[in-house]
């Protein structure tokens, strides 16, 4: 990764940290980011820092390992929630954790997030905000995660509120923010009589679009491989023969995208 490449994420970890205190989604120290700029560097938030007052001379770069490499600050204990999720997902290139409070309400109450209840949430989040369970801090929590990590992309962490990742920092933190916003939702309806699960056809449906657009979880569960679209099939061989460096998914993917687009 280029030197600017790394500024630019470091001024978007600088801008989500803030954006972060500013939802009201963490009060005192809480709440991490972090982003993975090449294999063995990662770019993360200090410890003991509020979100608020996060600055670039802030930021710590530690290894995979969690090892500082440098930066004034030391790196948070949680850290290995995150190492979690980078080394059992190399797609993942950020992960973001808080305590949003509707979305650490339900598991601070040992209460499933009732997802999925909105059509669109399937789409951006797979079927399953599962809940992991309460740990002590540190590798037990990590353990308890890693199970977690390559079926879905947000979780709930019991006592220790909600964690997303992604392959952006945009991306990780649309999920933190959507898995807050359902469980603000859900629990809008609880005196409604709660919300309403979707019909398991149209989960079905919608995972399979999730699917579709390149979304899907390496290991999620009850997501049917799509058929191959052959128009996809043969726009991304085409692009494949003209632009031999473009990877054959990654050409599928922009074929499937453009297909989708046009209203295929
Ligand atoms: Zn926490």
Redesign the pocket.
């Known amino acids: 990764m280029s030197a600017t490449s790394e500024t630019r994420l470091r001024q978007e970890l600088v801008r989500y940290s803030l954006a972060m205190h500013a939802a009201g989604f963490v009060a005192n120290h809480?709440?991490?980011l972090s982003v993975r700029v090449a294999d063995d560097r990662i770019v993360c938030t200090p410890t003991a820092f509020s979100k608020a007052d996060v600055t670039l001379d802030d930021l710590v770069v530690v290894d995979a390992a969690g090892t500082k490499l440098s930066g004034r600050r030391r790196p948070f204990s949680?850290l290995v929630l995150h190492r979690a999720v980078y080394d059992a997902r190399p797609d993942a290139l950020a992960v973001v954790?808080?305590?949003p409070p509707f979305a650490t309400a339900f598991g601070a109450a040992g209460k499933p997030l009732p997802h999925p209840f909105l059509p669109e949430a399937v789409v951006s989040l797979g079927a399953a905000v599962p809940t992991v369970p309460l740990t002590p801090p540190g590798k037990p929590a990590a353990d308890a995660l890693a199970p977690f990590v390559r079926r879905c992309d947000a979780v709930l962490?019991a006592g220790?509120?909600a964690?997303a990742w992604g392959p952006t920092l945009e991306l990780a933190w649309l999920r933190l923010e959507l898995v807050e916003h359902l469980a603000r939702i859900a629990h809008a309806a609880l005196p409604l009589g709660g919300v309403q699960p979707l019909p398991a056809d149209m989960v079905t449906a919608l995972l399979a679009a999730r699917a579709r657009a390149g979304l899907r979880a390496p290991d999620e569960a009850g997501t049917p491989t799509p058929p191959a679209d052959p128009v996809v099939q043969r726009a991304a061989a085409q692009a494949v023969s003209v632009l031999p460096n473009v990877d054959r998914q990654v050409a599928e993917r922009i074929a499937a995208e453009v297909a989708r687009s046009l209203g295929r």
Do not use: F, I, T
Request: proline share 0%.
């Open positions: 809480d709440g991490n949680e954790h808080a305590h962490l220790n509120g964690l």
